[in-house]
């Protein structure tokens, strides 16, 4: 969807706060919207918003043609053309150009009164309904940039450097996160949710009430995700072959803290247990560079 040289008044509005929600974007509220589950984002006018050093509301409307990795979403080298705004009238990008760069550049063309392009960045999904590229980045296809483009635009180390880095992270790696450290995020998020039941509940009659009601909503939520996320089986079927085969992953034992906490109060070190001073280190403090070079020992 273009958007043209004018900002529309839904823009304004979104950037104003009196627009401006954050989504729980999914394959079902897409197709609900655009009549299919993913978005072909390069089909699409972005609309960067932001603050110039002046403090004035400015825009900049730009498209993303391609993506580095097919695995990852909105970040890594993007090829984007800038069309208006911002970027072009002060910004020094040129009009309709593809350019290669990374979302921290396009923060340089942009404005310089904002930290996220993807949060401050918004496309319109028909007439009416703005949102935020953050929001529906996981949901967005762009075609894979080709080899030609990415070695005429680099050097030999810099796309070495990139591809020994994806070996080492193996097939473990999903696009810069690893399947274990979000299992701990899982773990601890979790953890996070239960205690506010635990506090409210732990005092009832049966001492699993609280768990039980947690769960139940637990349950509930994921009932909620899944209808939204996938229609092809039943919830209650996963639930059950999940719980029944246990083979896949042992039960984690959320000892999260794995650092001692300082000791608040206590020095570092006692006085009796430092080292005597260096002589010849202390001396040396006051030696230039330059003459320390002419020493001759």
């Known amino acids: 969807m273009s958007f043209g040289n004018k900002i529309p008044e839904n823009v304004k509005d979104f950037f104003n706060g009196s627009g401006g929600t954050n989504l729980l974007a999914s394959p079902s509220f897409l197709l609900k919207n655009i009549g299919k589950p993913r978005i072909d984002l390069a089909n699409y006018d972005i609309i960067h918003g932001g603050k110039d050093e002046n403090?004035?509301?400015?825009?900049?409307?730009?498209?993303?043609?391609?993506?580095?990795s097919e695995d990852n979403t909105i970040q890594g080298l993007l090829q984007i053309v800038f069309k208006n705004g911002y970027a072009i009238s002060h910004g020094g990008a040129e009009c309709g150009k593809p350019l290669l760069m990374r979302p921290n550049d396009i923060l340089k063309f942009v404005t310089r009164g904002t930290t996220s392009v993807k949060r401050n960045a918004v496309i319109a999904l028909n007439s009416e309904l703005i949102v935020r590229l953050e929001d529906i980045e996981d949901f967005c296809d762009l075609p894979v940039l080709s080899k030609k483009i990415l070695v005429d635009s680099q050097t030999f180390?810099?796309?070495?450097?990139?591809?020994?880095?994806?070996y080492s992270r193996g097939g473990d790696s999903w696009a810069h996160v690893k399947k274990g450290a979000l299992l701990k995020d899982l773990e601890k998020s979790l953890h996070k949710i239960l205690l506010p039941y635990y506090r409210k509940y732990r005092l009832n009659?049966?001492?699993?009430?609280?768990?039980?009601?947690?769960?139940?909503?637990?349950?509930?939520?994921?009932?909620?995700?899944?209808?939204?996320?996938?229609?092809?089986?039943?919830?209650e079927e996963i639930v059950s072959e999940t719980t029944s085969n246990h083979n896949k992953r042992s039960c984690p034992s959320?000892?999260?803290?794995?650092?001692?906490?300082?000791?608040?109060?206590?020095?570092?070190?006692?006085?009796?247990?430092?080292?005597?001073?260096?002589?010849?280190?202390?001396?040396?403090?006051h030696v230039s560079k330059k003459e320390e070079k002419a020493l001759i020992f």
Request: proline share 7%; net charge positive.
């Open 157 to 166: 180390a810099a796309i070495s450097k990139r591809d020994a880095y994806k």
């Open 55 to 68: 403090k004035n509301v400015v825009y900049t409307t730009f498209r993303i043609l391609s993506k580095e």
């Open 205 to 235: 009659d049966d001492p699993d009430f609280f768990f039980k009601f947690f769960t139940d909503d637990v349950l509930n939520t994921c009932n909620a995700l899944h209808d939204n996320f996938s229609v092809k089986r039943g919830f």
């Open 254 to 285: 959320l000892t999260n803290e794995c650092n001692p906490r300082k000791k608040w109060g206590l020095p570092a070190v006692k006085s009796c247990d430092k080292p005597p001073p260096d002589i010849v280190q202390n001396a040396m403090k």
